[in-house]
Protein backbone atom coordinates (compact mmCIF):
# COMPACT_ATOMS: atom_id res chain seq x y z
CA UNK A 1 0.00 0.00 0.00
CA UNK A 2 0.99 3.57 -0.37
CA UNK A 3 0.62 6.36 2.63
CA UNK A 4 1.28 10.21 1.30
CA UNK A 5 1.32 12.90 3.93
CA UNK A 6 0.52 15.99 2.13
CA UNK A 7 0.48 18.93 4.97
CA UNK A 8 3.95 21.28 3.88
CA UNK A 9 5.74 21.86 1.27
CA UNK A 10 7.96 18.73 1.76
CA UNK A 11 5.31 16.49 1.99
CA UNK A 12 3.04 17.61 -0.82
CA UNK A 13 6.56 18.07 -2.94
CA UNK A 14 7.28 13.85 -2.81
CA UNK A 15 3.71 12.96 -2.15
CA UNK A 16 3.03 14.55 -5.41
CA UNK A 17 5.47 12.52 -7.48
CA UNK A 18 4.69 9.41 -6.02
CA UNK A 19 0.95 10.37 -6.88
CA UNK A 20 1.27 11.19 -10.32
CA UNK A 21 3.85 8.26 -10.98
CA UNK A 22 3.29 5.77 -8.48
CA UNK A 23 -0.40 5.43 -7.37
CA UNK A 24 -1.71 4.32 -10.22
CA UNK A 25 -0.19 1.02 -9.95
CA UNK A 26 -1.48 0.64 -6.48
CA UNK A 27 -5.30 0.93 -7.34
CA UNK A 28 -7.04 1.35 -3.83
CA UNK A 29 -4.71 0.24 -1.73
CA UNK A 30 -3.53 3.97 -0.33
CA UNK A 31 -4.18 6.70 2.07
CA UNK A 32 -3.80 10.18 0.90
CA UNK A 33 -3.99 13.45 2.91
CA UNK A 34 -5.78 13.63 5.57
CA UNK A 35 -6.75 9.81 5.30
CA UNK A 36 -2.94 9.03 5.55
CA UNK A 37 -3.47 7.94 9.17
CA UNK A 38 -2.44 5.25 11.57
CA UNK A 39 -5.88 3.58 12.48
CA UNK A 40 -6.89 3.61 8.35
CA UNK A 41 -3.16 2.12 7.93
CA UNK A 42 -3.88 -1.15 10.39
CA UNK A 43 -7.15 -1.52 8.90
CA UNK A 44 -5.21 -1.98 5.48
CA UNK A 45 -2.14 -3.02 5.51
CA UNK A 46 -3.31 -6.92 6.61
CA UNK A 47 -4.29 -6.66 2.70
CA UNK A 48 -0.96 -5.87 0.66
CA UNK A 49 2.67 -7.12 1.21
CA UNK A 50 4.03 -3.63 0.53
CA UNK A 51 4.22 -0.32 1.74
CA UNK A 52 5.69 3.14 0.25
CA UNK A 53 5.01 5.78 2.39
CA UNK A 54 5.77 9.83 2.16
CA UNK A 55 5.85 11.15 5.78
CA UNK A 56 8.10 13.29 8.16
CA UNK A 57 9.93 10.80 9.99
CA UNK A 58 12.71 10.28 13.01
CA UNK A 59 14.87 7.13 13.64
CA UNK A 60 12.46 5.26 15.22
CA UNK A 61 9.30 6.31 13.89
CA UNK A 62 7.72 8.01 10.47
CA UNK A 63 4.32 10.16 10.69
CA UNK A 64 1.68 10.11 8.15
CA UNK A 65 -0.62 13.02 8.39
CA UNK A 66 0.43 15.40 10.75
CA UNK A 67 1.86 14.33 13.59
CA UNK A 68 -0.17 11.13 13.26
CA UNK A 69 2.02 8.19 13.48
CA UNK A 70 2.11 5.19 11.07
CA UNK A 71 5.09 2.83 12.32
CA UNK A 72 7.28 3.13 15.80
CA UNK A 73 9.62 1.22 17.32
CA UNK A 74 8.34 -1.28 19.53
CA UNK A 75 4.96 0.58 19.44
CA UNK A 76 3.43 -1.78 16.29
CA UNK A 77 1.82 -5.45 16.14
CA UNK A 78 4.59 -7.71 14.52
CA UNK A 79 2.24 -8.92 12.12
CA UNK A 80 2.86 -5.66 10.43
CA UNK A 81 6.59 -6.39 9.74
CA UNK A 82 5.95 -9.70 8.62
CA UNK A 83 7.27 -10.38 5.03
CA UNK A 84 6.32 -7.09 4.11
CA UNK A 85 9.01 -4.63 1.83
CA UNK A 86 8.91 -1.69 3.34
CA UNK A 87 10.65 1.54 1.45
CA UNK A 88 9.92 4.55 3.76
CA UNK A 89 10.72 7.95 2.09
CA UNK A 90 11.19 10.27 5.03
CA UNK A 91 14.35 11.08 7.11
CA UNK A 92 16.33 9.40 9.64
CA UNK A 93 14.28 5.50 10.01
CA UNK A 94 17.22 3.72 8.18
CA UNK A 95 18.50 4.69 12.20
CA UNK A 96 16.58 2.54 14.04
CA UNK A 97 12.64 1.98 12.62
CA UNK A 98 14.42 -0.22 9.43
CA UNK A 99 16.58 -2.18 11.77
CA UNK A 100 13.15 -2.81 14.50
CA UNK A 101 11.21 -3.63 11.21
CA UNK A 102 13.79 -6.37 9.93
CA UNK A 103 13.85 -7.62 13.36
CA UNK A 104 10.26 -8.65 13.29
CA UNK A 105 10.25 -10.33 10.10
CA UNK A 106 10.28 -7.65 7.63
CA UNK A 107 11.24 -9.25 4.33
CA UNK A 108 13.43 -5.71 3.38
CA UNK A 109 13.41 -2.27 4.56
CA UNK A 110 15.22 0.77 2.33
CA UNK A 111 15.45 4.33 3.69
CA UNK A 112 17.56 6.67 4.87
CA UNK A 113 19.78 6.90 7.79
CA UNK A 114 19.96 11.05 8.06
CA UNK A 115 17.73 13.66 6.19
CA UNK A 116 16.51 13.47 3.48
CA UNK A 117 17.18 16.52 1.57
CA UNK A 118 16.25 18.20 -2.37
CA UNK A 119 15.25 21.58 -3.83
CA UNK A 120 11.51 22.20 -4.18
CA UNK A 121 10.18 25.01 -6.18
CA UNK A 122 7.41 26.52 -3.75
CA UNK A 123 5.59 28.01 -6.48
CA UNK A 124 4.44 24.65 -7.79
CA UNK A 125 2.56 23.85 -4.24
CA UNK A 126 -0.26 23.00 -6.49
CA UNK A 127 0.96 20.50 -8.77
CA UNK A 128 4.26 19.54 -7.44
CA UNK A 129 4.96 16.88 -10.45
CA UNK A 130 5.52 19.63 -12.69
CA UNK A 131 8.51 21.02 -10.64
CA UNK A 132 11.63 20.50 -12.55
CA UNK A 133 13.83 21.59 -9.63
CA UNK A 134 12.76 18.50 -7.11
CA UNK A 135 12.08 16.54 -10.38
CA UNK A 136 16.20 15.77 -10.64
CA UNK A 137 16.36 14.69 -6.93
CA UNK A 138 13.01 12.59 -6.84
CA UNK A 139 13.07 10.82 -9.97
CA UNK A 140 15.35 8.17 -8.54
CA UNK A 141 13.23 7.38 -5.52
CA UNK A 142 10.31 7.33 -7.71
CA UNK A 143 12.04 4.96 -10.38
CA UNK A 144 13.08 3.00 -7.58
CA UNK A 145 9.58 2.63 -6.25
CA UNK A 146 8.06 1.52 -9.73
CA UNK A 147 10.58 -0.94 -10.12
CA UNK A 148 9.83 -2.34 -6.42
CA UNK A 149 5.76 -2.68 -7.82
CA UNK A 150 7.45 -4.22 -11.02
CA UNK A 151 8.66 -7.09 -8.72
CA UNK A 152 12.12 -6.55 -8.37
CA UNK A 153 14.20 -7.92 -6.01
CA UNK A 154 15.06 -5.39 -2.74
CA UNK A 155 18.97 -5.62 -4.33
CA UNK A 156 17.83 -4.75 -8.09
CA UNK A 157 15.81 -1.75 -6.48
CA UNK A 158 18.24 -0.28 -4.51
CA UNK A 159 20.77 -0.29 -7.72
CA UNK A 160 18.66 1.35 -9.64
CA UNK A 161 18.05 4.34 -6.90
CA UNK A 162 21.66 4.44 -6.61
CA UNK A 163 22.30 4.76 -10.18
CA UNK A 164 19.69 6.88 -10.73
CA UNK A 165 21.31 9.57 -8.44
CA UNK A 166 24.75 8.70 -9.94
CA UNK A 167 23.07 9.41 -13.26
CA UNK A 168 21.53 12.89 -11.92
CA UNK A 169 24.65 13.83 -10.17
CA UNK A 170 26.54 13.65 -13.63
CA UNK A 171 23.95 15.99 -15.31
CA UNK A 172 23.95 18.57 -12.33
CA UNK A 173 26.24 21.58 -12.49
CA UNK A 174 24.80 23.45 -9.63
CA UNK A 175 27.26 22.45 -6.52
CA UNK A 176 24.63 23.10 -3.91
CA UNK A 177 22.71 20.70 -5.70
CA UNK A 178 25.31 18.19 -6.19
CA UNK A 179 26.21 18.18 -2.70
CA UNK A 180 22.57 17.39 -1.71
CA UNK A 181 22.39 14.42 -4.33
CA UNK A 182 25.63 12.94 -3.33
CA UNK A 183 24.26 13.13 0.53
CA UNK A 184 20.92 11.17 0.12
CA UNK A 185 22.82 9.08 -2.07
CA UNK A 186 25.73 8.53 0.68
CA UNK A 187 22.86 7.68 3.51
CA UNK A 188 20.39 5.48 1.78
CA UNK A 189 20.45 1.72 2.94
CA UNK A 190 18.92 -1.21 1.81
CA UNK A 191 18.15 -4.07 4.61
CA UNK A 192 16.77 -7.24 5.40
CA UNK A 193 16.80 -10.10 2.11
CA UNK A 194 18.33 -8.64 -0.70
CA UNK A 195 16.07 -11.37 -3.00
CA UNK A 196 12.75 -10.12 -1.56
CA UNK A 197 10.46 -9.29 -3.73
CA UNK A 198 6.74 -8.44 -3.67
CA UNK A 199 3.72 -9.87 -6.22
CA UNK A 200 3.95 -8.11 -9.42
CA UNK A 201 1.99 -4.75 -9.88
CA UNK A 202 0.16 -3.92 -13.30
CA UNK A 203 2.06 -1.27 -15.17
CA UNK A 204 -0.28 1.53 -15.10
CA UNK A 205 0.61 5.46 -16.25
CA UNK A 206 -2.27 7.80 -16.33
CA UNK A 207 -2.16 9.73 -19.49
CA UNK A 208 -3.61 12.83 -17.65
CA UNK A 209 -1.86 14.28 -14.25
CA UNK A 210 -4.69 14.47 -11.04
CA UNK A 211 -6.45 17.50 -10.68
CA UNK A 212 -4.66 20.00 -8.69
CA UNK A 213 -4.21 20.00 -5.13
CA UNK A 214 -7.04 22.04 -2.99
CA UNK A 215 -5.18 25.14 -0.54
CA UNK A 216 -3.72 24.11 2.64
CA UNK A 217 -7.04 23.34 4.47
CA UNK A 218 -6.86 19.72 5.63
CA UNK A 219 -7.05 18.75 9.32
CA UNK B 1 30.20 33.96 -5.15
CA UNK B 2 30.93 30.34 -6.14
CA UNK B 3 29.25 27.64 -3.89
CA UNK B 4 33.36 26.23 -3.33
CA UNK B 5 33.80 29.77 -1.23
CA UNK B 6 30.67 28.87 1.02
CA UNK B 7 31.79 25.52 1.14
CA UNK B 8 35.31 26.67 2.04
CA UNK B 9 33.43 28.58 5.28
CA UNK B 10 31.86 25.56 6.58
CA UNK B 11 34.97 23.94 7.94
CA UNK B 12 35.64 25.75 10.82
CA UNK B 13 33.98 24.73 14.67
CA UNK B 14 30.64 26.19 14.68
CA UNK B 15 31.63 29.18 16.84
CA UNK B 16 29.39 32.03 16.27
CA UNK B 17 31.47 34.02 14.39
CA UNK B 18 32.29 30.99 11.75
CA UNK B 19 28.32 30.51 11.54
CA UNK B 20 28.16 34.22 11.04
CA UNK B 21 30.35 34.32 8.56
CA UNK B 22 28.95 30.74 6.72
CA UNK B 23 25.66 32.95 7.05
CA UNK B 24 26.70 35.86 4.98
CA UNK B 25 28.43 33.81 2.22
CA UNK B 26 25.35 32.05 1.97
CA UNK B 27 23.33 35.17 1.40
CA UNK B 28 25.80 36.13 -1.12
CA UNK B 29 25.64 33.00 -2.89
CA UNK B 30 21.96 32.79 -2.62
CA UNK B 31 21.58 36.45 -4.40
CA UNK B 32 22.97 35.30 -7.33
CA UNK B 33 20.89 32.39 -8.09
CA UNK B 34 18.57 32.24 -11.13
CA UNK B 35 15.41 33.92 -9.64
CA UNK B 36 12.96 32.55 -12.00
CA UNK B 37 11.56 30.24 -9.48
CA UNK B 38 11.18 30.05 -5.43
CA UNK B 39 13.31 27.38 -4.62
CA UNK B 40 13.00 25.70 -1.04
CA UNK B 41 15.71 23.66 0.81
CA UNK B 42 13.39 20.73 1.66
CA UNK B 43 13.38 17.58 4.16
CA UNK B 44 11.08 14.92 5.92
CA UNK B 45 12.10 15.31 9.29
CA UNK B 46 11.16 17.31 12.62
CA UNK B 47 13.75 20.04 14.76
CA UNK B 48 16.11 21.06 15.30
CA UNK B 49 15.64 23.52 12.14
CA UNK B 50 13.08 24.08 9.54
CA UNK B 51 11.69 21.43 7.03
CA UNK B 52 11.42 24.08 4.40
CA UNK B 53 13.53 26.89 4.19
CA UNK B 54 13.92 29.29 1.20
CA UNK B 55 17.17 28.94 -0.52
CA UNK B 56 17.15 33.25 0.16
CA UNK B 57 16.78 32.58 3.97
CA UNK B 58 19.04 29.67 4.30
CA UNK B 59 22.07 32.07 5.23
CA UNK B 60 20.16 33.27 8.15
CA UNK B 61 19.27 30.15 9.24
CA UNK B 62 23.56 28.57 8.96
CA UNK B 63 24.31 31.78 11.05
CA UNK B 64 21.81 31.21 13.72
CA UNK B 65 21.14 27.27 14.00
CA UNK B 66 24.02 25.51 15.23
CA UNK B 67 22.04 22.34 14.48
CA UNK B 68 21.97 23.60 10.42
CA UNK B 69 25.27 25.06 10.29
CA UNK B 70 26.74 21.18 11.23
CA UNK B 71 24.67 19.76 9.10
CA UNK B 72 25.37 21.85 6.13
CA UNK B 73 29.22 21.40 7.23
CA UNK B 74 28.01 17.46 6.57
CA UNK B 75 26.51 17.46 3.79
CA UNK B 76 28.76 19.88 1.72
CA UNK B 77 31.66 17.67 2.81
CA UNK B 78 30.99 14.98 1.03
CA UNK B 79 29.63 15.90 -2.29
Known amino acids: MIVLADQDVPTRSASGFVL ?5 RAGLMQLYGSAARNHAFDAMLRFTDYLIAVGHGTPDMIAGQKESVILKVNDYPEWEAKGRFFKLIACQTAKELGPDLIAKGAAAFQGYTEDFLWIADEEQWDDPWTDQLAMK ?23 REVAGYDAAMRNETDEFNLSLMSW ?23 PFPPPKFLPFFMP | ?34 KQSNPILCRLGYGPYPDAIPLSKIG ?13 QKVTKGG
Open chain 2, 60 to 72: DVVATNKAFYELM
Open chain 1, 20 to 24: RHVSP
Open chain 1, 184 to 206: NRRHFVSLGNPQARIKRRPNIHL
Open chain 2, 1 to 34: MDFKEVKKTLERPPTEQAMKEAGEAFKEWAAKQP
Open chain 1, 137 to 159: FLTPVIDACNLMLDGETAEGVYN
